[in-house]
């Protein structure tokens, strides 16, 4: 069925509405890149009955009396957003719950560093809104986090100030559908900024999954990458992988297997014995792209979501990406404060991954084209396969390259930038998860052998991947 196309307003016309809505009432506190969300609230008209207060602190010494310390030194970061959502909201509830019983309360917060004269600074920040549905309701939280893709300071205080509309009236008149709610963010400002994080959460939203979420930003392509906990909370890397060091596994796991586990488990513990990986530090990411969570050409949220359960279920955080090519999330993971970082892939994949740079570069852009992915701050760890049943098994190092790129290749794995894993299951290598998912479906017990032992459980208790229990023959 064709999607119902969306009727778009203006950013004047979504902040008239708001102000015409006598019940909505709330305050702005805004650093770092002026104060255009209550400047256009200002101009739509009839802002007194919205607005109670508008704050800038841009002083640090100011800020710091105000909302307190930061143990990181950092001012744009979550924690400070959290903390002026915090007290601006106290305040409100103190000051105004007696005078204006009918009033549904909101704090607007943001904490955003603009692009600078210099250019050192690219422009990136934490915008929220904490807000009421109804009077005297619980209170509710609208987190994003932002990357502004304007080249001046002007336009990205602009599109700051469109995105605060857009949140705001979003919470208001869009939660009943996410689709709307995650596309509206982006009206009049699309291409301009990159969303790379939505959390919605509060007691009105208690069934909204975050994962969902995190998925819909990729599908309506508000960013290329996002991520969730383990716990299915939406992440952002500034914070999650601040000073990291990371490893990336990207699969289908559909279902993660034994053979998924030991991807995880050996690539990992030789993650960390690396040279320049700090122990304690370094930590692991499942990947999904988008092309590998459909099916058909088709992308089936209810899939995506058992997928994503099973990795909760094992304790993984996971990545969502638009990148079919690696060197998109390296460049993403590029632009944060991360240390060493290992990209984990199956040997296949491997050949793939060369094969097409060497059929697409032979105008004498391979060495570039190679260079734009193993450069000096990243590992390739490969994880062997049986290319064939029965065969002789496939390494790194015995994977039979195009001639034209042999001597390349050789070197990339004398210098170490592709890595054999070591230390792998090589009994298990024979588990397909294609064939584990027809046997789930099916409802055989073999494939409990084949699964970690806490999915088995995960799976049965919340029938993941069609699982019946009994077999559909006999059904």
Request: proline share 2%.
């Amino acid at each position: 069925m064709e999607e119902k196309k969306r009727h778009i307003l203006k950013h004047e016309q979504k902040a008239l509405n708001i102000n015409l809505n006598k019940q909505i009432y709330g305050t702005f506190a805004e650093i770092g890149a002026g104060q255009e969300v209550a400047r256009n609230f200002f101009q739509a008209g009839a802002a007194v009955g919205t607005i109670a207060k508008t704050m800038s602190a841009y002083d640090k010494t100011y800020s710091d009396s105000i909302y307190g310390p930061e143990e990181s030194g950092r001012y744009v970061c979550e924690s400070r957003l959290y903390k002026m959502l915090d007290h601006e909201y106290g305040l409100m509830v103190e000051r105004l719950t007696d005078v204006r019983p009918d009033s549904s309360f909101f704090v607007f917060a943001d904490t955003v560093a603009a692009i600078n004269y210099k250019r050192t600074i690219k422009g990136a920040g934490w915008l929220g809104v904490r807000f009421q549905l109804t009077p005297d309701g619980p209170p509710n939280d609208l987190i994003l986090h932002v990357n502004l893709k304007d080249q001046s300071n002007h336009l990205q205080q602009e599109a700051v100030g469109i995105l605060g509309v857009n949140m705001i009236y979003a919470c208001y008149k869009s939660t009943d559908n996410l689709d709307e709610f995650v596309q509206s963010l982006s009206d009049g400002i699309w291409g301009r900024v990159e969303i790379d994080m939505v959390r919605l959460e509060g007691a009105d939203f208690e069934q909204v999954d975050n994962r969902l979420l995190a998925l819909k930003i990729i599908k309506h392509g508000l960013a290329d990458v996002t991520m969730f906990s383990k716990h299915g909370k939406s992440i952002h890397a500034s914070e999650f992988l601040w000073k990291k060091d990371l490893m990336v596994v990207r699969g289908h796991f559909k279902p993660p297997t034994k053979v998924s586990l030991d991807v995880f488990e050996s690539g990992l513990k030789q993650f960390k014995s690396e040279e320049g990986v700090q122990e304690e530090r370094a930590t692991l990411m499942a990947e999904f792209t988008m092309n590998n969570l459909k099916v058909d050409g088709k992308l089936d949220e209810k899939d995506f979501l058992e997928r994503a359960e099973a990795l909760c279920a094992l304790g993984y955080d996971v990545i969502i990406s638009d990148c079919d090519n690696h060197q998109n999330l390296v460049n993403y993971l590029a632009d944060l404060n991360i240390g060493k970082l290992g990209l984990v892939i199956g040997v296949r994949e491997l050949y793939k991954i060369i094969d097409d740079k060497f059929n697409n570069n032979q105008d004498g852009r391979l060495l570039v084209a190679f260079g734009e992915l193993f450069n000096r701050n990243i590992t390739v760890y490969v994880y062997p396969a049986y290319l064939r049943k029965g065969k002789e098994l496939v390494t790194a190092k015995t994977l039979i390259v195009p001639e034209g790129i042999h001597f390349l290749y050789k070197h990339l794995i004398d210098a170490g930038q592709i890595v054999e894993i070591d230390g792998y299951n090589k009994e298990q290598l024979d588990i397909m998860p294609w064939n584990i998912l027809e046997s789930i479906e099916e409802g055989k017990d073999d494939w409990e052998q084949c699964v970690p032992e806490v999915l088995v459980s995960t799976i049965k208790e919340k029938k993941l991947f069609n699982y019946s229990g009994k077999s559909k023959s006999l059904a």
